[in-house]
């Protein structure tokens, strides 16, 4: 066989095996253990409201009128 297709079944199975019940599990775990160790060394979680945007709201531009004729 091509070594491509070769390849590409290997990325269809561990694709396959990413969204099985044990793998779901286990990086579920995974993300415990570390948000655990992360608050251990003194780390904070701070929850953000829904709402909140990253960009500030700005006030528009005038550019009507900014060329010369």
Same mark, same amino acid.
């Given at each position: 066989?091509?070594?491509?297709?070769?390849?590409?079944?290997?990325?269809?199975?561990?694709?396959?095996?990413?969204?099985?019940?044990?793998?779901?599990?286990?990086?579920?775990?995974?993300?415990?253990?570390?948000?655990?160790?992360?608050?251990?060394?003194?780390?904070?979680? $701070? /929850?953000?409201?829904? +709402?909140?945007? *990253?960009? #500030?709201? $700005? /006030?528009?531009?005038? +550019?009507?009128? *900014?060329? #010369?004729?």
């Amino acid at each position: 066989m091509n070594q491509d297709v070769l390849e590409d079944r290997d990325d269809r199975e561990e694709r396959l095996e990413d969204h099985t019940v044990d793998s779901r599990k286990r990086l579920r775990d995974q993300l415990q253990s570390e948000v655990e160790a992360f608050l251990a060394r003194g780390g904070q979680i $701070q /929850r953000v409201d829904p +709402n909140t945007t *990253s960009d #500030p709201p $700005q /006030r528009p531009s005038n +550019n009507y009128c *900014s060329r #010369p004729i």
